[in-house]
Protein backbone atom coordinates (compact mmCIF):
# COMPACT_ATOMS: atom_id res chain seq x y z
CA UNK A 1 0.00 0.00 0.00
CA UNK A 2 1.30 3.37 -1.11
CA UNK A 3 0.05 6.53 1.00
CA UNK A 4 0.82 10.20 0.20
CA UNK A 5 0.53 13.57 1.68
CA UNK A 6 0.09 17.03 0.40
CA UNK A 7 0.80 19.77 2.86
CA UNK A 8 -0.25 23.13 1.76
CA UNK A 9 1.40 26.34 3.77
CA UNK A 10 1.22 30.18 3.74
CA UNK A 11 2.49 32.48 5.49
CA UNK A 12 0.62 36.14 6.18
CA UNK A 13 2.78 39.37 7.37
CA UNK A 14 1.58 42.85 8.20
CA UNK A 15 4.47 45.24 9.64
CA UNK A 16 3.78 48.57 10.96
CA UNK A 17 6.76 51.05 11.98
CA UNK A 18 6.32 54.34 14.00
CA UNK A 19 9.18 56.67 14.55
CA UNK A 20 9.76 60.32 16.16
CA UNK A 21 12.49 61.84 17.88
CA UNK A 22 12.15 63.68 20.99
CA UNK A 23 14.19 67.12 21.09
CA UNK A 24 15.47 69.07 24.27
CA UNK A 25 15.20 72.18 24.50
CA UNK A 26 16.33 74.88 27.02
CA UNK A 27 14.54 78.34 27.82
CA UNK A 28 13.39 79.85 24.97
CA UNK A 29 16.24 78.29 22.74
CA UNK A 30 15.03 77.22 19.15
CA UNK A 31 17.70 74.85 18.83
CA UNK A 32 17.61 71.72 20.95
CA UNK A 33 20.56 70.73 22.93
CA UNK A 34 20.30 67.05 22.75
CA UNK A 35 17.78 64.74 20.90
CA UNK A 36 16.89 61.10 21.17
CA UNK A 37 15.63 58.59 18.46
CA UNK A 38 12.68 56.43 18.78
CA UNK A 39 11.43 53.74 16.99
CA UNK A 40 9.45 50.22 17.50
CA UNK A 41 7.64 47.77 15.20
CA UNK A 42 4.76 46.18 15.81
CA UNK A 43 4.28 42.62 13.41
CA UNK A 44 1.47 40.64 12.90
CA UNK A 45 2.47 37.08 11.39
CA UNK A 46 0.45 34.48 11.01
CA UNK A 47 1.97 30.77 9.59
CA UNK A 48 -0.87 28.10 8.66
CA UNK A 49 -0.88 24.59 6.77
CA UNK A 50 -3.71 22.04 5.76
CA UNK A 51 -3.37 18.65 4.81
CA UNK A 52 -4.29 16.70 1.83
CA UNK A 53 -4.08 13.17 2.18
CA UNK A 54 -2.93 10.35 4.98
CA UNK A 55 -0.31 12.16 7.60
CA UNK A 56 1.12 8.90 8.01
CA UNK A 57 2.86 10.05 5.02
CA UNK A 58 4.79 13.44 6.77
CA UNK A 59 7.93 13.30 8.46
CA UNK A 60 7.99 13.57 12.17
CA UNK A 61 9.30 17.09 11.79
CA UNK A 62 6.93 17.81 8.51
CA UNK A 63 3.72 15.86 10.97
CA UNK A 64 4.66 18.66 14.18
CA UNK A 65 4.94 21.38 12.03
CA UNK A 66 2.17 21.25 10.33
CA UNK A 67 0.02 20.17 13.64
CA UNK A 68 1.47 23.32 15.38
CA UNK A 69 0.33 26.28 12.52
CA UNK A 70 -3.11 27.63 12.19
CA UNK A 71 -5.43 25.63 10.47
CA UNK A 72 -6.34 28.58 7.32
CA UNK A 73 -5.46 32.67 7.18
CA UNK A 74 -6.31 34.74 10.07
CA UNK A 75 -7.80 38.38 9.27
CA UNK A 76 -5.14 40.79 8.97
CA UNK A 77 -5.63 43.50 11.99
CA UNK A 78 -6.84 46.88 10.70
CA UNK A 79 -4.01 49.74 9.66
CA UNK A 80 -5.94 51.48 13.24
CA UNK A 81 -5.03 48.30 15.46
CA UNK A 82 -1.72 48.30 14.18
CA UNK A 83 -1.20 51.78 14.29
CA UNK A 84 -2.22 51.38 18.00
CA UNK A 85 -0.24 48.18 19.49
CA UNK A 86 2.92 50.31 17.73
CA UNK A 87 1.97 53.09 19.78
CA UNK A 88 1.61 51.40 23.18
CA UNK A 89 5.66 50.31 22.12
CA UNK A 90 6.12 53.82 21.71
CA UNK A 91 4.76 55.28 24.60
CA UNK A 92 7.07 52.99 26.28
CA UNK A 93 10.28 54.09 24.79
CA UNK A 94 9.14 57.54 25.52
CA UNK A 95 8.70 56.59 29.26
CA UNK A 96 12.12 55.06 29.60
CA UNK A 97 14.15 58.09 28.14
CA UNK A 98 12.16 61.01 29.90
CA UNK A 99 13.30 58.76 33.16
CA UNK A 100 16.61 58.54 32.10
CA UNK A 101 16.84 61.86 31.59
CA UNK A 102 15.33 63.28 34.15
CA UNK A 103 18.30 64.95 35.30
CA UNK A 104 17.68 67.25 32.35
CA UNK A 105 14.58 68.23 33.47
CA UNK A 106 15.80 69.53 37.05
Known amino acids: MQISCKV ?3 WQ ?18 NPFESDPLSVNFV ?15 SPE ?5 HSA ?6 FPSDPDMIM ?12 VIERKMNLLK
Open 85 to 96: NAADGLKSQITD
Open 62 to 66: TYKKV
Open 8 to 10: LEG
Open 70 to 75: APGPAP
Open 44 to 58: FRNYYAALKGDPRAL
Open 13 to 30: EKECVLGGTIAWFAGNNQ
